[in-house]
């Protein structure tokens, strides 16, 4: 299984920067976690077959997950972003075991 995330970069707070990933197979569960310098790594948002989201709670309102089952992608629109949102974006899938893509990094800078 191959996870090839796009997007990230560079963006004033306030701003919104899209994350996209494409899985070479069909996984029941997508979505995101980040990694910030000094910090563990921690659900962003993930989104199941059936679409049940999961929401880290100081991103609920501002980030919104969508997949696309057919194309195996799975979107994150982030929207309002916060210096806190800074770090290494990880595409993740699970159907069995976890499956990480390479990292993308987001930097919001004020």
């Avoid at 560079?10 to 990694?35: D, F, I, K």
């Avoid at 069995?96 to 800078?109: C, D, E, F, P």
Wanted: proline share 1%.
């Amino acid at each position: 299984v191959q996870l090839q995330a796009s997007g990230g970069g560079l963006v004033q707070a306030g701003g919104s920067l899209r994350l996209s990933c494409t899985a070479s197979v069909r996984l029941n569960h997508m979505g995101w976690y980040r990694q910030a310098p000094g910090k563990q790594r921690e659900l962003v948002a993930t989104m199941t077959f059936d679409g049940t989201t999961n929401y880290l709670d100081s991103v609920k309102g501002r980030f919104t997950i969508s997949r696309d089952i057919a194309e195996n992608t799975v979107a994150l629109q982030m929207n309002r972003l916060e210096l806190d949102d800074s770090g290494v974006y990880y595409c993740y899938a699970k159907w069995l075991r976890a499956y990480w893509g390479q990292g993308t990094l987001v930097t919001v800078s004020s």
